[in-house]
């Protein structure tokens, strides 16, 4: 039997570890909004995005159930589809097409 210097198991361990990510991910949320709340505008749905995502996992690891874990997952897409629009709006470049890789320009 292999000893474990850890005081958790695995799957305890990973709850703590989204645990981790969420209460960074919301550091970082708070820290866009008040220091440059006009800049964050067009980061907010992507890190609503990812907040969203980590809360449906750290509740599916937690033994939730999908009443839980599917708004979530729900909102995690509505978050990407405005981060979409937002982009087509703006002209962002994504990472698969940015200007000047083949992409016409419009």
């Known amino acids: 039997m292999a000893m474990s210097f ?4 695995e799957a305890a361990l990973l709850l703590h570890l989204v645990d981790l990510v969420l209460l960074v991910s919301l550091l970082e949320l708070a820290w866009l909004l008040l220091r440059r709340p006009a800049k964050s505008r067009g980061l907010l749905p992507n890190l609503l995005a990812g907040l969203s995502l980590c809360l449906a996992l750290r509740l599916g690891l937690g033994g939730a159930g999908l009443a839980w874990v599917a708004p979530c997952l729900i909102a995690a897409g509505v978050a990407h589809l405005f981060d979409l629009q ?5 002209n962002f470049p994504t990472p698969t097409h940015a200007p000047g890789q083949g992409r016409p320009s419009p």
């Open 86 to 90: 937002a982009r087509r709006a703006e």
């Open 6 to 9: 850890l005081p958790f198991d």
